[in-house]
């Protein structure tokens, strides 16, 4: 499996983990907040259609590293909040929701979780991603939140955000671009 996004249309990027299992623990991590702090933000999430959900980021905070963000995120400093709407919800299977709700920005993510043996496979799916600044900052944001879970699970300390975030952003304007 490849750690890298790929675009599965113009406006929609797909990730995917194998991540140690069992499902209810992963589950756990995309919808218990204390939880989901560690590797993505605080904040609620209501787990039905039409429910609310409440995010507040602090990426800087992620490692012990506690990085600041580079010039072109400082608005990203601090608490970051991102107000939602859940779309789909099938526990320890779906869960889908409006991100950035209202906003010029608004699109869609996915979270699908598949049990393989003693690991689940979690596919990220964010879709309405208008442009290509847009798809650069996500897919770096994806791949860079997805490996600080991964490290969290198999018990490993994860690297600075925003240092890791940079280096994939520059990653991804290549094999974006193709």
């Not at 609620?44 to 039409?50: A, D, F, P, R, T």
């Not at 980021?57 to 859940?86: H, Q, T, W």
């Not at 847009?134 to 791949?143: I, K, P, T, Y």
Request: net charge negative.
């Amino acid at each position: 499996m490849n750690d890298y996004g790929v675009l599965t249309a113009p406006d929609t990027l797909r990730l995917e983990r194998l991540l140690p299992g069992p499902i209810e623990r992963i589950w756990q991590y995309l919808t218990d907040s204390d939880k989901r702090a560690k590797w993505l933000a605080t904040g609620k999430v209501e787990q039905h259609v039409g429910g609310k959900v409440d995010h507040t980021f602090r990426n800087s905070e992620l490692s012990p590293e506690n990085d600041i963000p580079p010039p072109k995120y400082s608005s990203c400093a601090g608490d970051v909040p991102m107000l939602g709407k859940v779309t789909a919800c099938e526990p320890l299977r779906l869960l889908s929701y409006i991100w950035n709700v209202g906003s010029a920005e608004e699109s869609e993510v996915s979270f699908e979780l598949e049990q393989q043996q003693d690991q689940v496979k979690l596919t990220v799916t964010h879709r309405r991603l208008n442009n290509a600044e847009e798809r650069l900052s996500v897919a770096g944001g994806w791949h860079t939140h997805l490996n600080i879970l991964r490290d969290i699970l198999q018990g490993k300390t994860p690297q600075g955000f925003w240092r890791v975030h940079t280096q994939l952003e520059k990653e991804y304007s290549e094999r974006l671009a193709s």
